[in-house]
């Protein structure tokens, strides 16, 4: 399949000109990708410290603003604890890693399909939007540890794609830091490579490729291990590590490097080749990856007003017992997946559940209808 005997080109060419992919490179499908790493990098970091949060405010506290230490596990269950918003942004992370997991594996089918037609400057645009998506889901699988292993089976679909996404990583990354050992240029026609212009593996293995492999996919199965393998109390160190080390470096190299690349694009800049066409349109191509960002915050939007409505209708979530490290993470996770309990309470509700279901209250109005079991439980008394 991955041949192009039939496929005539001038493999001598230097600096030829290339001929605009809005598909691969368009200005739209850049920035989809670049944002979406972006907005996944802050909100992991935020999901791990809301995790955190006992330890962080005890340390703040002890260190910085030298206050007595206020215990938070315990805390009731509103808009305003960081149980509540634990939740909500583990969801929206995990949103947000899917949709970028997907389309790294879309745009990657797409260049292979492509491979006897594309250049190697396109071909190396689509290595660095693949590098940008192993970002996102290394920082949901660490931010989220707890959660996968708790839920090996739901997640079972997720950790397949992840690897398939890395195996094509692979092998794209094998040709777009590899192809200047045999004279290609950027302008090149990917399938030259194809025909016969095929580096050495040792030799593409020392340079950027090995340094990838490395980092990406050991990266990624360290993580595996350490879910599935390791015990944590035995080995925190290394939680830690994972944690606050090797994902922070991970994420800023892939940010860094790829900008770097995509700045030499003609969507963010000049392209460090001549190309024939435009890709800085706007069109439907362009619209419909950015537009689609907006699906994890509408999930999130939406996510935020169905736990809201939970703690006004009286049902309560659990507290996490007192502890000296932080949140519990079994206790989180368990929170992150499953629904809460109802606590019922002697008093008759049903003249209440009545008017609730008869007026059908919006997200705006649905604070003001606060069981007597309940009192404090809407943003509005806080």
Same mark, same amino acid.
Not at 92 to 97: C, D, E, G, Q, V
Not at 231 to 260: C, E
Not at 317 to 322: A, E, G, R
Not at 361 to 366: A, E, F, I, R, Y
């Given at each position: ?85 634990? =939740?909500?942004?583990? %969801?929206?992370?995990? +949103?947000?890693?899917?949709?970028? !997991? /997907?389309? @790294? ?92 212009? =095929?580096?050495?593996? %040792?030799?593409?293995? +020392?340079?950027?490729?090995?340094? !990838? /492999?490395? @980092? ?96 006004? %209708? ?11 490290? @932080? ?56």
């Amino acid at each position: 399949m991955l041949s192009c005997k039939n496929y005539h080109t001038n493999c001598s060419v230097q600096n030829g000109v290339v001929a605009a992919n809005p598909d691969i490179a368009g200005i739209g499908v850049i920035i989809s990708f670049l944002v979406t790493t972006c907005l996944a990098f802050v909100l992991a970091f935020v999901v791990m410290s809301l995790e955190r949060y006992n330890e962080i405010d005890a340390f703040v506290r002890k260190y910085i603003t030298k206050k007595a230490a206020v215990d938070y596990s315990v805390e009731p269950y509103t808009w305003r604890s960081h149980k509540f918003w634990f =939740r909500i942004l583990g %969801k929206n992370l995990m +949103a947000f890693s899917d949709t970028q !997991l /997907l389309t @790294g594996m879309a745009i990657q089918f797409t260049a292979l399909l492509e491979h006897c037609e594309i250049s190697v400057y396109h071909f190396k645009i689509v290595t660095e939007l693949a590098f940008l998506t192993t970002v996102t889901h290394l920082l949901a699988l660490v931010a989220l540890r707890n959660y996968f292993v708790e839920n090996k089976w739901v997640n079972l679909p997720r950790v397949i794609f992840m690897f398939t996404n890395l195996g094509l990583l692979a092998y794209t990354s094998y040709i777009a830091y590899s192809y200047t050992l045999v004279g290609l240029r950027d302008s090149s026609s990917l399938a030259c490579f194809y025909q016969g212009h =095929r580096p050495h593996f %040792k030799a593409a293995f +020392a340079g950027r490729w090995g340094a !990838l /492999l490395v @980092g990406a996919i050991g990266g990624h199965i360290s993580v595996f291990i350490a879910m599935y393998f390791l015990d944590d109390h035995k080995a925190g160190w290394w939680s830690t590590i994972r944690n606050w080390v090797v994902a922070p470096i991970y994420a800023i190299y892939g940010l860094v490097f790829a900008t770097i690349v995509l700045r030499r694009t003609q969507a963010l800049g000049t392209a460090s080749v001549n190309i024939d066409g435009s890709e800085k349109e706007w069109g439907f191509g362009q619209f419909l990856p950015v537009l689609l960002l907006a699906l994890p915050l509408l999930a999130g939007w939406e996510s935020f007003w169905e736990e809201n409505d939970e703690v006004a %209708k009286g049902h309560k979530h659990f507290s996490l017992p007192k502890i000296h490290s @932080g949140s519990n993470p079994q206790e989180m996770t368990n929170f992150l997946s499953k629904r809460p309990t109802v606590e019922h309470n002697s008093i008759d509700n049903s003249a209440l559940e009545a008017t609730i279901e008869s007026h059908r209250p919006s997200p705006v109005t649905s604070p003001d209808l606060r069981p007597t079991s309940s009192p404090r439980c809407s943003p509005r008394n806080l």
